[in-house]
C-alpha cells in the first residue's frame, strides 16, 4: 500500500473533492456504529451509500487541509441533529453525507465518510481499518463485532494531528471554514420530529 490521492464525491457526482493522503498518519480508518452516524446516513439519503448494511459508517479522519474541492461547493449544507449537535455536512444536490466536523471550526478536524463504492480504493490508499466504534448499535444479525475496540487510540491520534495542524499553520487552511470561522455553507438544526424518523429502527 502507499499514500495517495482518494477521490471523494456525492452520489450524483455533482460535488467533489480530493483527499491528500501524504503519509498514512495523516488519518485514521475507523468503522462507527452510532445512532447518530446512522441517523445522519439516512437524513437525506435514501439509497444510503455511506452505510453498510450492518449500520457502520467507513470513515476517515483527519484534518480539513487534506482536502480540496474540485467542485460543487455551493451544494454544501449542514445539518445539526440537536442544538448542542455536531456539523453534518451534505450536498444538497443529491442529499449526500459528505463530513462531519466540530461547531468549533478553528479545531483541525473532520471526519469523512466513505460511500461505500469509495471503500475498496480506500483501502490500497487510506491504510486498514484501526477501529470499530459503538459496536453495540449495529444492526443486529449481521456479524458487526461483539464489542467496540481502538477507539482510545484513535482519539489520541485525532487530538494528537489536531494539535501538529495548529503548531504548523496547517490548521488555518480548512475550505471548509471562512476568514471570520465561521462555516462555508448554511446550518439548519433539524426538528425531533425528522430525527426521529430518520433513526434506524433496531435504535428505537
Not at 473533492?17 to 485514521?28: K, L, S
Not at 466540530?102 to 487510506?126: H, K
Not at 494539535?163 to 504548523?168: N, Q, S, Y
Request: net charge positive; glycine share 8%; proline share 7%.
Amino acid at each position: 500500500m502507499v499514500p495517495g490521492d482518494v477521490s471523494h464525491t456525492c452520489r450524483c457526482g455533482a460535488t467533489k473533492t480530493i483527499i491528500h493522503v501524504p503519509a498514512f498518519a495523516a488519518g485514521t480508518r475507523l468503522r462507527c456504529y452510532c445512532g447518530d452516524c446512522q441517523t445522519a446516513a439516512r437524513l437525506n439519503d435514501p439509497d444510503q451509500d455511506t452505510l453498510a448494511p450492518v449500520g457502520a459508517s467507513d470513515i476517515w479522519q483527519s484534518t480539513p487541509d487534506r482536502m480540496t474541492f474540485l467542485q460543487g461547493v455551493e451544494n454544501l449544507k449542514i445539518y445539526k441533529l440537536s442544538p448542542r449537535g455536531g456539523y453534518r455536512w451534505y450536498a444538497m444536490c443529491c442529499g449526500t453525507l459528505m463530513f462531519s466536523t466540530l461547531r468549533n471550526l478553528n479545531v483541525p478536524f473532520v471526519s469523512i465518510p466513505l460511500r461505500q463504492p469509495e471503500v475498496e480504493e480506500a483501502d490500497t490508499v487510506l491504510g486498514q481499518v484501526r477501529c470499530h466504534a459503538f459496536a453495540e448499535s449495529a444492526r443486529p444479525g449481521m456479524g458487526a463485532p461483539e464489542k467496540s475496540s481502538g477507539m482510545v487510540k484513535i482519539l489520541a491520534a485525532a487530538l494528537s494531528r489536531a494539535v501538529l495542524a495548529r503548531m504548523t499553520g496547517r490548521g488555518r487552511k480548512s475550505p471548509l471554514r471562512q476568514s471570520d470561522g465561521a462555516p462555508i455553507a448554511p446550518v439548519e438544526v433539524i426538528t425531533l420530529e425528522t430525527r426521529k424518523a430518520a433513526r434506524p429502527d433496531h435504535l428505537k
